[in-house]
């Protein structure tokens, strides 16, 4: 495998939107996404591959060896958090082109057309930063989330889905391929592979994870000339939320929960005026979905009455619930083997963090795969991983992606989700 040229693509694509500390901030259909896009397209057309774009901005370079076959999909997502780090996610776009050109070429050179076609994938707005929920692309493709309801969505400034692709070119009219597997490598975002030295995470469920929109209505008012018994202040009341949010975590064992607030809109945002809105988005998480269940029914009872004890209003909403999702286990078994072959060490994980498998594998038997991070730091421009295990990666995403076309886990099935409400 050419790791020269991997790693050349993926240090390329790290100065599309670079920041000024070694991040990238690439939010989903924004002008430096564009630019991500028209790289990704460029070089699946000069590979000589099919480009498609569905019409939720998903684009897939598809490589036909076998007219009429369904395809194994590999690939992740371009787009970035604001500030974000370099790696998540454009690690795992680049690595499955370069898998899939490996493949291609091996096929060229004598190798049997294989059960099934290849596509690569870059999946839209896989973060959610910019416009909510997260793991937008793939989950509209699986049919978890409706096309149009997606595509009006609109980002803080009023700007819709459907408006910012039109706006760069990418909201496509083409149907995706018809899917037999799929595979994805992505950084750990946490410690574990770092930790105990393992080289490949073999990712075998989801966490329980879901979301809170709150709105907190006081009354706005003139901070200098209004009474403090006469205020009605929702930055005040949203503040003390934000901390409740935080403090559920330690009703539980340690690190069972994870939750934080990481977005506020404050209404009208002057110095001289009460606040009257709030606007939050609280994220929480378990691998246990009784823990998410039980923090979220005693922050809406502490809510409510903290709402009495201010007389304001909050209103709360639950948003983007997401199951545990459990890998199929002959996944598993075929990448354990894969990297067992490859001389690579490897290990069993979870993932806490969202990504663009768990919503395929509701509709395709799907392969998640963990390279280590550094300081399991993310969605932060600290983010890092090494050359080397970028390049062991992309040997094992290849490995794994010539079982699948060569039909592994063709008869394999999606399996139920678990901890729904
Ligand atoms: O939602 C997630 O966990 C992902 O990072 N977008
Ligand atoms: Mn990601
Ligand atoms: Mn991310």
Request: glycine share 10%; proline share 4%.
């Amino acid at each position: 495998m050419n790791s020269a040229a991997f790693l050349e693509d993926f240090h390329h694509v790290a100065t599309i939107g670079a920041t000024s500390n070694n991040g990238v901030d690439r939010q989903a259909a924004t002008a430096e996404d564009a630019q991500t896009r028209d790289w990704f397209a460029g070089w699946v057309r000069d590979a000589g591959w099919e480009l498609r774009v569905d019409g939720i901005g998903n684009m897939f370079g598809l490589l036909e060896w076998t007219p009429g076959a369904p395809y194994v999909l590999i690939g992740s997502h371009l787009d970035s958090q604001p500030l974000g780090g370099r790696f998540d996610g454009a690690y795992g776009v680049v690595a499955a082109m370069h898998a899939a050109r490996r493949l291609d070429a091996e096929i060229a050179e004598g190798g049997a057309a294989p059960r099934f076609n290849l596509a690569v994938v870059n999946w839209f707005n896989e973060e959610g930063g910019r416009f909510a929920p997260s793991i937008m692309g793939s989950s509209v493709f699986a049919g978890l989330l409706p096309r149009e309801r997606m595509l009006d969505v609109a980002d803080l400034q009023g700007i819709t889905v459907r408006e910012a692709l039109d706006g760069i070119g990418y909201l496509g009219t083409s149907e995706g391929p018809d899917v037999a597997s799929y595979a994805e490598i992505h950084i750990e975002q946490g410690r574990i592979l770092e930790r105990e030295g393992i080289t490949i995470g073999l990712v075998d469920s989801s966490w329980y994870t879901q979301k809170l929109d709150i709105e907190v209505l006081g009354e706005q008012s003139h901070t200098g000339a209004t009474a403090m018994a006469d205020r009605h202040d929702a930055l005040v009341a949203a503040s003390k939320i934000i901390l409740m949010v935080h403090d559920v975590t330690q009703d539980f064992a340690d690190e069972a929960l994870v939750s934080s607030v990481g977005q506020l809109t404050l209404e009208p945002n002057s110095p001289i005026v009460v606040a009257r809105r709030v606007h939050l988005v609280a994220d929480l998480r378990s691998g246990d979905p009784d823990i998410v269940k039980a923090a979220r029914a005693k922050l809406i009872a502490d809510i409510d009455v903290l709402a009495r004890a201010h007389d304001i209003k909050v209103n709360v909403k639950d948003f983007d619930i997401r199951p545990i999702r459990r890998f199929p286990e002959a996944g598993l078994e075929l990448a354990d083997k894969v990297a067992a072959d490859l001389g690579l060490s490897s290990r069993r994980i979870q993932t806490m963090a969202g990504h663009d498998s768990v919503a395929m594998n509701t509709v395709a038997p799907s392969v998640m795969l963990f390279i280590p991070s550094v300081d399991g730091v993310s969605h932060c421009e600290r983010e890092f991983t090494t050359d080397a295990d970028m390049v062991t990666g992309v040997d094992m995403l290849t490995g794994v992606a010539r079982q699948l076309i060569g039909g592994a886990l063709a008869e394999s099935s999606p399996r139920p989700a678990e901890g729904v409400a």
